[in-house]
């Protein structure tokens, strides 16, 4: 079974501080790991993929498979970052994706 | 504008009433699936379609039905026989690869 682990259900940073939000996942194959993050009132939607190596945002992730983790960092946080941010996991193609709990991140001015 | 749209925003329910809940996307994506987002909890998968006029349950199908007659709709009912309906249900669709998903704004149902 698939199965990821957001372990902190509010992480509070100050403002100019790094943020790293966790995330551990559980899979038999070769798992793909997303970010997605819901800013307030507004829509749930993809923040970056594992598998484009990409930064969005400012934002970075990087896929740990001895560690199974995917943790979300950013060097220095904006105020504008607060959120909620969910980790996801799939197979490959059209598989269902799993999502974690969410972890809701407050960037103190 | 391309999107994906849930209707109705907001709904009530009394108790053993059967609800529709629309999902319409013109995205052009193949895959289509309904989640249902409770507090603390995160997203828990309730249905999903890879293809017209087939779907597949998910982790908590039990009291939810679906149906996929084309390829930009996918409506999710709730039926009496779901212990507790009350909760925030979730659209989405994807094309084939790994691009994620696109979300709907959501319905939030309520029973009274």
């Known amino acids: 079974a698939q199965r990821v682990t957001q372990p902190e259900k509010l992480l509070s940073v100050f403002k100019g501080a790094p943020v790293e939000l966790k995330c551990n996942y559980s899979?038999?194959?070769?798992?793909?790991l997303f970010w997605y993050v819901q800013y307030s009132r507004q829509r749930l939607q993809l923040l970056l993929r594992?598998?484009s190596r990409e930064s969005i945002k400012g934002f970075t992730a990087d896929l740990n498979k001895g560690e199974t983790s995917f943790h979300l960092k950013k060097p220095f946080a904006q105020e504008e970052d607060s959120a909620m941010y969910y980790c996801?996991?799939?197979?490959?193609?059209?598989?269902?994706?799993?999502f974690g709990t969410g972890t809701k991140l407050q960037v103190i001015p | 504008d391309g999107g994906i749209t849930q209707s109705p925003k907001y709904l009530f329910r009394k108790e053993g009433q059967n609800v529709t809940l629309s999902c319409e996307q013109n995205l052009n994506h193949d895959a289509m699936y309904w989640y249902r987002q409770d507090p603390g909890q995160g997203l828990r998968l309730i249905y999903y379609s890879q293809i017209v006029n087939d779907f597949q349950k998910g982790d908590i199908a039990e009291g939810y039905s679906v149906s996929r007659e084309k390829k930009e709709s996918f409506p999710l009912t709730v039926t009496s026989a779901q212990k507790n309906p009350t909760a925030f249900y979730l659209c989405?669709?994807?094309?084939?690869?790994?691009?994620?998903?696109?979300f709907g704004s959501g319905t939030r149902l309520t029973v009274v």
């Open positions: 594992h598998i």
């Open positions: 899979y038999s194959g070769s798992p793909e």
């Open positions: 989405a669709s994807s094309m084939k690869g790994s691009y994620g998903y696109t």
């Open positions: 996801a996991l799939s197979g490959s193609g059209y598989q269902k994706v799993t």
